[in-house]
């Protein structure tokens, strides 16, 4: 029997494989990490409008095909 870790990390690898991307929302800490960034440096691109986001209550999500357009962007 697969853990829930070796099947997250397996459903991924097929998401790479087959081009579909997995995890298409990021929140904060998600986000900075696939950035190679800190959180602080995310806060700073957010309060200055340079990085696209969307806000529920308190909460920041951002778009991986958004975060990816504002990569090629830049």
């Known amino acids: 029997m697969m853990t829930r870790t070796e099947m997250n990390m397996l459903t991924e690898r097929f998401a790479e494989v087959t081009g ?4 298409s929302v990021m929140n904060s800490a998600r986000c900075a990490e696939y950035l190679g960034i800190s959180q602080g440096a995310l806060r700073k691109r957010v309060h200055d409008g340079t990085i696209p986001y969307t806000k529920k ?3 920041l999500y951002f778009s991986k095909q958004d975060v990816n357009k504002y990569l090629l962007d830049k």
Do not use: A, D, E, I
């Open 20 to 23: 579909k991307q997995n995890g």
């Open 57 to 59: 209550g308190k909460l």
